[in-house]
T-cell receptor, first 113, second 114 residues
Framework: AQSVTQLDSHVSVSEGTPVLLRCNYS??????LFWYVQHPNKGLQLLLK??????LVKGINGFEAEFKKSETSFHLTKPSAHMSDAAEYFC???????????FGRGTSLIVHP | DSGVTQTPKHLITATGQRVTLRCSPR?????VYWYQQSLDQGLQFLIH???????AKGNILERFSAQQFPDLHSELNLSSLELGDSALYFC?????????????FGPGTRLLVL
């Protein structure tokens, strides 16, 4: 069975400070892991994807995530938050044993001026 | 722009009614997934079609049904609507069938049941 847990429902940062959104997973198979972003009243957009080629994955808009098998984590980071980063972020897991991706509950990122 | 289109953008209807939501996948994608997003339930997987065939079912109510047509567009039918069906409905498409593939999401249809 696969599960994806986003450890924080809300994260609040000041503009220009680092962002850390946490995601833990469990999977019986070697997983694929995704981060998607959803801006208000919009669909989900892919930020980045891990598929075992490299543990550090760079995405769009300066985001990156590191796959740590020993910690079963795939945390999303950005060195410096921008106001436009305020959105809902979803960690998603997929595995070879399933047709259905597993979504985390989402983390709302709030960026203060 | 993901290349996935959904119509209508907004839908307001009354309890007991029936509505149809439409999704056109990205060119070349054979898979369509439907999701429901609400404040209390979060993002819930409903159903998955691949090349016209149903491949997986999630938390889809019996009042809801879907199909994928030969041209690969998909429709989600919601009937006997209840207040609790008010939500944002997304479709997503991907090339193949596996959950390891990237999904491309449409902008969603916001349904309000009064």
């Amino acid at each position: 069975a696969q599960s994806v847990t986003q450890l924080d429902s809300h994260v609040s940062v000041s503009e220009g400070t680092p962002v850390l959104l946490r995601c833990n997973y469990s999977s019986s198979y070697s997983p694929s892991l995704f981060w998607y972003v959803q801006h208000p009243n919009k669909g989900l957009q892919l930020l980045l994807k891990y598929t075992s080629a490299a543990t550090l994955v760079k995405g769009i808009n300066g985001f990156e995530a590191e796959f740590k098998k020993s910690e079963t984590s795939f945390h999303l980071t950005k060195p410096s938050a921008h106001m436009s980063d305020a959105a809902e972020y979803f960690c998603v897991g997929g595995s070879g044993g399933s047709y259905i991706p597993t979504f985390g509950r989402g983390t709302s990122l709030i960026v203060h001026p | 722009d993901s290349g996935v289109t959904q119509t209508p953008k907004h839908l307001i209807t009354a309890t007991g009614q029936r509505v149809t939501l439409r999704c056109s996948p990205r060119s070349g994608d054979l898979s369509v997934y439907w999701y429901q997003q609400s404040l209390d339930q979060g993002l819930q997987f409903l159903i998955h079609y691949y090349n016209g065939e149903e491949r997986a079912k999630g938390n889809i109510l019996e009042r809801f049904s879907a199909q994928q047509f030969p041209d690969l567009h998909s429709e989600l039918n919601l009937s006997s609507l209840e207040l609790g069906d008010s939500a944002l409905y997304f479709c997503a498409s991907s090339t193949g069938t596996l959950s390891q593939e990237t999904q491309y999401f449409g902008p969603g249809t916001r349904l309000l049941v009064l």
